[in-house]
């Protein structure tokens, strides 16, 4: 076969930077798992008309068929590759309601497909970890305040540029369009969406022919104008004059957000009034998440209130849930060169090997210590040891023990300082540090 | 919408299956990591050509287009999802041979979709967890021996049913049906890999149309009942007269395999004549897996040696790999009612709340629980205790923590004993025990 080449869209990481990955997600789902969220995972693939009921993605859904369907077989025939984890978690509530527990709290770490025209950081595979806790019937609005905390803890914990969750509350938009008599609040949200791409006189534009007025569009440019991170911003909405009960229900439950986001993570959350997310399942809070100094990539975290996904007949399941973009994340910073792992395997040792016939006792040097944790190879072959060094040194492994020829105690050099030492494979260990590889961070 | 449906095919755990595989895949990567294999994730698509390549699965592959593709648009028309995980290997080596070094040891663990026919432990997509080492030029055999040893770890660790890997190299059946000078040794295998189908006259029936006459037939028949899990098997071999140069190769192979899992676990590996493998990639030594007493159910963990799946012009990466069937080995054991988990959440405590506006100092304790590493929940609503610990109980959760009154110390119950002691937050600790799900098995 010719040599492959990368398909435009589906990123696939080298070695180095997979560890890189897996550091990230096993921090992301450790966090999850402290506050208490059980591990989920749905299958790939949902019947085309759940994919499709909100119409918007359609044109970004990959359809299956099987290859040796004959064209009369149906039965695969509405099948398609989920494009969020949201509306299969919707899916797998509905169909598993009496035996879950609510309020139920889970997470959910996969990849999803958007047959998208790729771009940094967008493409058309990519993993994402999400939180929701859905409830029945009613969900309290402090899980709305809670979610925000729980990413604040996973996202201080990665060597990236520092986040900042941007708030808003589709009811504070709703209520402040309803209370200036606009006649389509859903067109004009979308349209304000917008507002960092085409400008305040390119939303003045495309909002005159919903019938917007030149001073309502003024009004509406000023609530999207609305920034703060603390509850100050209420003083400022009431400020524009207009009056409607959703606005007042909105702006606290917003107020409530940003001032427990206040008390736990200074500065982690602000209430952004022109946010307004657009998939048009979010009914109260929505949420956007920037990077320092990288805000152009667009959001790395994103999410809302929904309390019409989930229902079927009289049963109604409420949620609320955020996303991290975990590819769109490490796309945009290896991009920038700004993460790097200290070796691009996990092993901390290289079993040197000075004749073939000894690779069983080698062997068993490494079986000692793997059993007390410490990631071990046997060198491939018994090359003179310079070559076997260069071996550890071009993968970044930090240590190579020598086995002691007849009688002689064993050593292990630090490849690195070239220190070599007495030592026995029953009770040595290296230093924290050399253990698992090092991940860092060029913005912290 | 109407009460969803599951997908037949499709697999969903519950909260508490998950945490079961989560335990499994946790386990099985650990080893992997201990036995220095990287870690890779490859793009779920491959081009259409890539899956087909082998024929063989041509069937079973999932096709792929946007929803929105207009007819002329090409440019998606030939992707498919992966079968395995072994085809997006070797591909990945190809495309980025020059980035990565040799010989590269790397681990998968991901889904994989096939339209099969689903039945017990079979299914349309399934997750895999795949080692493989892969060479330039050139394989060491020590390879081949060297990865049931990291599967014998890797299930030794899980409480399921004794696994015996079984082991047959498919140098030692090429040479032997060359020995016998039968006209298409590739048709042999495929029938003999029949055998516990349709039986010894079964196999006789169906080479017959192949030329090999009744004698031929005893011997092939008398070589696949040969097993032993040490090297005798070498002279039951011999005795059957056959002779030839590849046979001698394969036989010596397959006993440095048996005797070197002798050495490490012994039992832990047999080597099995009539073994062969229907992917037809494998070159060198084959190996299929059974659980004690689950034998019915198939193989649990597969592979083989292949020398001719990457290769692109001058370029050779000969491979030797395994693949744990996680979603078959689960979906068995679920379907026993084999294994248990104590709870179907991480939690290991819930904050009692006694009235709503104490909720932010509930969410403190929660937060210094979980920075010691305390899975911690804060209650949904200041219900009545007894509804808090009813919540509590539901999930499994082993502990209530009830924040003291004005100047009283907190108090910690465990809701199994029914014991209450008071605690701080700053220094409790659950025993080990109870700080995460209990997994267990029925069959240990």
Same mark, same amino acid.
């Given at each position: 076969m010719s040599k492959p080449t990368p398909l435009s869209g589906f990123p696939e990481w080298l070695p180095a930077q997979r560890i890189i990955e897996q550091r990230f997600l096993d921090h992301i789902r450790r966090t999850f798992e402290l506050y208490g969220f059980a591990s989920l995972e749905t299958r790939a693939v949902e019947p085309l008309d759940q994919l499709l009921r909100k119409g918007e993605t359609s044109k970004e859904v990959y359809v299956l068929r099987r290859l040796q369907a004959d064209s009369t077989d149906s039965s695969d025939a509405s099948l398609g590759l989920h494009f969020d984890l949201t509306v299969p978690f919707a899916r797998f509530v509905l169909e598993n309601a009496g035996k879950l527990h609510f309020p139920f709290r889970r997470y959910q770490i996969q990849k999803a497909w958007r047959g998208e025209r790729p771009q940094v950081g967008r493409y058309r595979e990519f993993t994402q970890a999400d939180i929701d806790i859905v409830d029945r019937d009613t969900l309290p609005a402090h899980y709305e305040a809670e979610l925000p905390l729980v990413i604040g803890d996973a996202l201080a914990?990665? *060597?990236? *540029?520092k986040p900042t969750v941007l708030v808003n509350n589709r009811k504070v938009l709703q209520g402040f369009y309803q209370g200036l008599d606009l006649v389509d609040p859903e067109a004009v949200m979308r349209v304000v969406d917008k507002l960092d791409k085409i400008g305040p006189a390119g939303v003045t534009a495309e909002l005159s022919p919903l019938g917007v007025t030149d001073s309502q569009a003024r009004l509406v440019l000023g609530l999207a104008e609305i920034s703060a991170d603390d509850g100050s911003f209420v003083d400022d909405v009431r400020k524009l004059g207009v009056s409607d009960p959703l606005l007042d229900e909105g702006l606290a439950e917003l107020a409530a957000v940003v001032e427990a986001a206040g008390a736990h993570s200074p500065g982690l959350c602000r209430a952004e009034l022109k946010i307004a997310r657009g998939l048009d399942y979010y009914t109260g809070t929505v949420y956007e998440t920037q990077l320092a100094g990288l805000e152009r990539y667009g959001s790395v975290c994103s999410g809302g209130r929904y309390d019409n996904l989930a229902s079927s007949g009289n049963d109604r399941f409420p949620g609320v849930g955020l996303s991290i973009g975990v590819s769109r994340l490490l796309g945009v910073l290896f991009g920038e060169n700004a993460l790097s792992a200290s070796r691009s395997v996990p092993t901390a040792v290289l079993v040197a090997v000075s004749a073939e016939e000894d690779r069983r006792s080698c062997d068993r040097i490494a079986a000692q210590l793997r059993a007390r944790g410490i990631a071990t190879e046997v060198s491939p072959s018994a090359a003179k040891f310079g070559k076997q060094i260069k071996f550890a040194d071009r993968r970044g492994i930090p240590y190579v023990w020598f086995p002691g020829a007849e009688g002689a105690a064993d050593t292990v050099k630090d490849i690195r300082s070239g220190e070599q030492v007495e030592a026995s494979a029953g009770n040595w260990t290296p230093p924290a540090v050399d253990l698992i590889p090092v991940v860092e961070g060029t913005f912290n």
């Open positions: 914990g990665l *060597p990236i *540029p």
